[in-house]
């Protein structure tokens, strides 16, 4: 159930409202936005009277949740969520986020100098893998704490944030210290308990779709975290798997206004995940960006073609540079900037 607050209700009255719903067996989530307090109850609603609800002061409005995701659903902030970072980075509003770097982190020399061209190309994010999820347990696994340590230092030289994905939950602890956005990839969607894991902390999760996942699955799973209190949550559009065989995945350009009108979480594209291709990369960025995504996350390199891992799909620097100055012309098509 979402109930509504009046523009002008006091907190005593939020408050009296939060201990109704409790009393009644459900636990309740608030959200503030520029114009009113939301409420949402999770738990047994279905036979309760809302009446009762509608009928306390401050009460604007009370209704039910149709959708079975009640806290990713825009309902409870339709306004939409906005994803604040420690250096002023907002992630979910006007601006166009831009996260870039290597599949895999695998030297010093090569993370420092794309943090270097990523700040300079107008970048906000230095992405890359510490723990990498490879389908041979022969390909290279990724570098562990040593490479997020050289991340960390990498983005801190260069006013940088850091995004690194997370396989497991004894890997949260390690490296809260190092990363400013956890990122879980399309095999660990559905991984409920990593992901209730992830919503007792306040770093913000990107949660990526899985390679089979329905929107409102990735939806489900989001919930998740939510449900969990961490409400810094940020969906990632990175391709499915489909019967095309032309593409490495087939990114659903269109999952991204889906998502705008179902939920009011920010939404990621990745498309280099979602196609595998350099060549298509590009233009899928741009075409995310014209659809309505909140940020871009891209894989770039030193030396691309001699990348260790998913050299096929990553962009040469000089790339980077060039993507980066069609989006800006696409950003402002679309009333954004970058």
């Given at each position: ?200 902390v306040r770093t913000p999760i ?14 489900l799973s989001a919930e998740y ?63 995310a960006v014209a659809a309505g ?46």
């Open positions: 159930m979402i109930v509504a607050m009046q523009e002008k209700a006091t907190e005593e009255q939020i408050d009296n409202v939060i201990d109704a719903m409790v009393e009644a067996g459900v636990s309740v989530h608030r959200t503030t936005g520029a114009i009113q307090t939301i409420l949402a109850g999770v738990g047994p609603t279905a036979s309760l009277d809302l009446s009762k609800f509608e009928l306390l002061p401050g009460v604007l409005h009370v209704h039910r949740i149709s959708s079975p995701y009640k806290l990713a659903g825009r309902s409870f902030r339709p306004e939409g969520t906005v994803v604040e970072f420690r250096n002023g980075v907002k992630l979910g509003g006007e601006r166009v986020v831009v996260m870039a770097g290597p599949c895999s982190i695998e030297n010093r020399a090569q993370i420092f100098e794309t943090a270097e061209r990523v700040k300079a190309a107008g970048g906000s994010f230095l992405r890359g893998g510490a723990f990498k999820p490879r389908s041979s347990p022969y390909a290279f696994q990724g570098m562990g704490i040593p490479g997020l340590e050289l991340m960390r230092e990498a983005a801190d030289a260069y006013g940088l944030l850091v995004i690194s994905e997370v396989m497991e939950i004894s890997q949260i602890e390690p490296m809260l210290p190092y990363v400013d956005c956890f990122q879980v990839g399309a095999r660990n969607m559905q991984n409920f308990n990593l992901l209730r894991e992830l919503g007792l990107l949660l990526k779709r899985g390679i089979a996942a329905t929107i409102e699955e990735m939806l975290i939510l449900s969990g209190g961490n409400y810094n949550v940020i969906l990632c559009e990175r391709g499915i798997r489909t019967y095309e065989t032309a593409t490495r995945n087939t990114m659903d350009i269109s999952a991204i206004p889906v998502v705008k009108k179902l939920s009011h979480l920010p939404i990621v594209g990745d498309p280099s995940h979602g196609t595998g291709r350099r060549d298509m990369v590009a233009p899928m960025a741009r075409a995504a909140d940020a871009i996350l891209v894989e770039v390199h030193p030396n691309a073609d001699k990348a260790a891992s998913d050299a096929a799909q990553t962009l040469y620097l000089d790339q980077f540079d060039k993507l980066m100055s069609e989006l800006r012309v696409i950003a402002a098509a679309v009333g954004r900037t970058l």
